[in-house]
């Protein structure tokens, strides 16, 4: 095993000038003003037809969106109708386990242009690195996932199992082609989703729903305010109230050796507060918008349900509210969340892999595909990637080409345990 | 005494028809497209030359407005340029003292039109009560001043004192028209602004300052909440602090025998909170705006110092804060406080006044252009006038002619008390 690692990262070595090149397109198709998604499934498209995979486009304009009624689309159907998922399915020679790769192409907007300082779309190449929106959030995982099964074959190494990757659109706003995947029929015994983790393992992702607070107050004029009644003062008691359930449900839902990089194991954030319109006015209105963490484990209905209490109580302590209750509203986007458990074998797999970097096993503190994957297609999710976590959605987004090596490289080890395999003799 | 009281009120009685009327063209005027100030201003002109005063206009391009620095132009002085205070000038007989009726011509907005269930501008006379936006605010003030004068005036008495009656522009945007007209030579002994008090007696304004606080958080993903500063947070301890403040100044300026309607003595209201713009990000910028309301006696430079150590204190009681200080802006509409001494020869005369109504003496929870008068011109003012101040800046804004006519009766006697009177034998 160890000579066939070796021989894995001869080849990954040998071909970074080739996965440059191949992540410098992606990053560029990327930067497409119409429909990009479609460009990058392209250079997949044709990155895999050279390599004679058996490629399959899969539509989003056939799927049943009543069928996964969990989901929230943050886009119109017609809008989503334009896009497909594209797989390609590499059949094992029999009696292995299954594996799919997964790996989101939509990148989230560029952001204020004057903040970066190389162009957003152009796959610069300083100082072995990669430049580029979605460079680590996550077109550099999915050349990890890439590049890995690839050295597989080209080392002489046959796997047992069946290995699919497909590239899904959609993630950042939701998660609608993963969703939509698992109706497409990719599925398998296990999976891999190459968010950028820095090569740390993230066996747990919280999921998240955003809210919206809807408060009334009673106008008087400022020189009188006690006549009034401040939608400002009442949203602040509503936010003391949702940090009592947020200490509530850290003390639950705290793991010392999953949350320790965390403050806070499932955060409930207030994000925005807009409250009142004249200076000299008792505000009569207020509106907090946030998001709600959710834990592996616990309903929906039941986390919903935590937070629908704590207004409920707030209504029913004061005469005010009794008649004009504040209300929640669950709108937006909603990931779901997702534990693979410690005790699965696909997890087994992962504590043995050599480890190179100081590992360290965590709790994603944002919600990955890996919740539909889970939710819908019941598939144990392992989310492992390159890229450090602080570079997605940030100006001047970069990926060490070294990390998507190292990360290929693990995701073969990891494959060929999971899958099983015999050496091609005719290699 | 009692006797010319009765036939001032007789007198008043007789002419209410023309008290209806003047006030209805005066309302129209309020709803002139085009400069309705000066419309308003053209009334009084007409009205007061068929008396046969001596009216003078008083253009505020007239005015330099450096001399009240104290001031704040709410509106470009190109279009403060384009109106005019009026007044006219009664002289007395000699030997008495003069008194200023000082009332403003500018209404507050319609607001939303759809709740008026009158014409706002059609001056209806219902039950009684002349319907419009003025007509309490205080369009019917200037008529009960007005006739209180002409009232005088046809019962054959002769005032010792000059009187002055002043029509003066842009008191709602904050006093420019009053302060213009003590530039402008406009003065007396006393003066008598005619606000809606309900015929109650207002010695005291509480004045009012805007002011604007911008507070920097740290954006984060709310996931990782923790790892941000909450700019929404911060707010929420600038209003916890600011309310302290206001606690302190409401023991210190609470005064039982005028503050007793009013919960808070010298309210420090928050209008509007707005932060954030996502709901999954840590809010990294918060702005609040308020009202501070100034207590007489206390110099603004006192009043503003208190408020300015509650943010120095926050800042420096806060590491981030340290480096990322609160800042607080003094900004828009400003009225001076204003107290008329409980010894002063004017506030006695109020007291002799016949009590018809239980009358009461209060403490205004908001400023009028009594505090120009008094700043810069050194003059004594009684607020009272006829209309309740909940009428003022409502949809479907009335007045009861018997209120504009029982203030008039009671501003009369008001001037004899103060001026002196002769009766006229002519007469």
Redesign the interface.
């Known amino acids: 095993m160890e000579q066939l690692r070796m021989n894995i990262h001869q080849w990954l070595i040998e071909h970074q000038c080739s996965i440059i090149d191949h992540l410098q397109r992606l990053i560029k198709a990327a930067g497409h003003p119409d429909q990009p998604e479609n460009h990058v499934q392209d250079v997949f498209i044709n990155h895999w037809n050279q390599n004679n995979y058996d490629v399959r486009v899969h539509p989003l304009n056939e799927v049943d969106w009543t069928k996964i009624p969990i989901l929230y689309l943050a886009k119109p159907v017609e809008q989503l109708n334009q896009l497909s998922n594209v797989s390609a399915l590499i059949r094992g020679s029999g009696g292995g386990r299954s594996l799919l790769l997964n790996g989101h192409v939509d990148v989230v907007p560029v952001g204020k242009r004057e903040q970066w300082y190389v162009d957003p779309f152009g796959g610069e190449l300083i100082d072995g690195k990669v430049y580029g929106r979605g460079a680590t959030d996550m077109l550099g995982g999915i050349v990890s996932m890439e590049y890995a099964l690839e050295s597989i074959r080209k080392c002489g190494i046959k796997l047992k199992g069946d290995v699919t990757i497909c590239a899904v659109v959609e993630e950042e706003s939701g998660g609608a082609g993963s969703a939509a995947s698992v109706l497409q029929g990719i599925t398998a015994d296990a999976a891999i989703i190459a968010e950028p983790t820095a090569c740390q393992l993230y066996p747990i992702q919280?999921g998240?729903q955003?809210?919206?607070i809807h408060i009334r107050g009673k106008g008087a004029?400022?020189?009188?305010?006690?006549?009034g009644v401040?939608a400002?003062?009442i949203?602040?008691n509503v936010?003391k109230a949702i940090h009592r359930l947020e200490a509530n449900r850290h003390e639950r839902g705290f793991q010392a050796h999953l949350h320790r990089a965390?403050?806070?194991a499932y955060?409930i954030?207030?994000?925005?507060?807009?409250?009142?319109?004249?200076?000299?006015?008792?505000?009569d209105e207020?509106i907090l918008?946030?998001?709600y963490?959710l834990m592996p484990g616990q309903s929906m209905q039941a986390a919903f349900a935590e937070m629908e209490d704590v207004i409920l109580k707030l209504n029913a302590q004061d005469k005010w509210l009794e008649e004009h209750p504040i209300t929640l509203e669950w709108y937006?986007?909603r990931w779901l969340p997702n534990a693979l458990e410690a005790e699965h074998p696909w997890y087994d797999v992962w504590k043995q892999l050599p480890i190179r970097l100081g590992r360290d096993i965590k709790a994603?503190?944002?919600g990955t595909d890996a919740g539909w994957l889970a939710h819908i297609g019941n598939i144990p999710v392992m989310v492992y990637g390159p890229g450090t976590p602080e570079q997605a959605h940030q100006p001047n987004e970069s990926i060490l080409i070294s990390d998507v090596i190292l990360a290929a490289e693990e995701i073969a080890i990891a494959m060929m345990l999971w899958c099983g395999y015999d050496i091609d003799q005719q290699e």
């Open positions: 919280q998240s955003w809210f919206r004029h400022g020189g009188t305010r006690d006549l401040s400002i003062e949203g602040m936010i965390n403050g806070i955060p954030n207030i994000g925005t507060f807009h409250a009142g319109n004249w200076p000299s006015s008792v505000a207020a918008e946030g998001r963490g937006g986007a994603a503190p944002w």
